[in-house]
């Protein structure tokens, strides 16, 4: 496949959260569903065994294991613009081990308008396009539209700036006291900021941003609304960061239960809340707890 490939999948893997059975079973899935051949690229903090088969495997820039750069920051993900980390030859569509895959990922691949382009989740109020663009310029790079990293889209022979910007304001600023580098995705924003676009919700979403309200009420009206199930059943990707409930943990969760994260949003884990994402969800953790209880045979 790798021969054939006209994009790459790009995964981060350090320390223990997350392990092989994840891994491989996020890889099948694409595999499953994507239309367009692909490689797979997984950038790792030590040799990992028991990988899919036809995983490359990239280890990580000493530079961005600094402890520092681990933390809720998540700044180590941006060896992902590492010269030389990712092949340069394909464009590429990096996703969090916490993303479920339902469809086609190399649909993706069509949202980018130039190999220049960085596309990622929208993440604030300030819509990127025109208008964060126009306010990153008139405001000299101190206010811009950004976005969110769990799902990018990027070529690799077109960004390698970023991570450059990165290690020389690190340096300049002795550490990570220049604001944009607070986390990966805002810096990402910040550098690529002419070229960022946002990932449709018709075609992926951030689980707690979509079906997380703080209200029962308002959770339960708009999963009533035809047009909204119609959109979550069309969903290609959903990812689950912050959600205080993990994967596997939601197949413990019974019928109705709830669960409030730190930002007061609120997960009632029903049908009639979250409409088909809970047997799609429910099927794929299922299919990975058996993955990992015949591992462990």
């Not at 054939?4 to 092989?20: D, F, P, R, S």
């Not at 394909?90 to 691949?109: A, E, N, Q």
């Not at 707690?208 to 990707?237: C, D, H, Y």
């Amino acid at each position: 496949m790798a021969d054939l490939a006209e994009w790459q999948l790009v995964l981060i893997l350090w320390g223990t959260k997350y392990g092989t059975q994840e891994v491989t079973q996020l890889v099948e899935t694409v595999r499953a569903t994507a239309s367009r051949p692909f490689r797979v690229v997984l950038i790792t903090d030590r040799d990992r065994d028991n990988m899919p088969e036809g995983v490359i495997q990239r280890p990580f820039p000493e530079f961005f294991l600094k402890p520092e750069f681990l933390g809720p920051g998540c700044q180590a993900k941006l060896a992902m613009h590492e010269a030389g980390v990712v092949p340069q030859d394909l464009p590429s569509i990096y996703v969090d081990l916490d993303t479920v895959v339902f469809g086609d990922l190399s649909k993706f691949l069509d949202l980018s308008k130039s190999d220049k382009a960085l596309v990622l989740f929208q993440s604030t109020l300030l819509p990127i396009g025109v208008i964060g663009r126009w306010l990153y310029r008139v405001t000299n790079k101190r206010r811009y539209a950004r976005g969110n990293s769990s799902i990018v889209i990027y070529h690799p022979k077109e960004t390698t700036h970023i991570a450059e910007q990165f290690r020389s304001l690190f340096d300049q600023y002795d550490g990570l006291n220049f604001k944009p580098m607070v986390a990966d995705e805002r810096f990402m924003s910040w550098a690529q900021q002419d070229h960022l676009q946002a990932i449709p919700r018709k075609l992926a979403v951030k689980f707690p941003t979509e079906f997380m309200l703080p209200w029962k009420w308002a959770i339960v009206l708009r999963a009533s609304m035809p047009w909204v199930r119609r959109r979550w059943n069309g969903l290609q990707a959903v990812t689950l960061p912050g959600v205080e409930v993990k994967g596997q943990q939601l197949l413990e969760m019974k019928e109705g239960a709830e669960v409030v994260d730190r930002k007061g949003r609120r997960l009632i884990w029903s049908d009639r809340a979250i409409g088909p994402m809970k047997q799609k969800l429910t099927d794929y953790y299922l299919a990975l707890d058996a993955r990992e209880k015949e591992n462990d045979q």
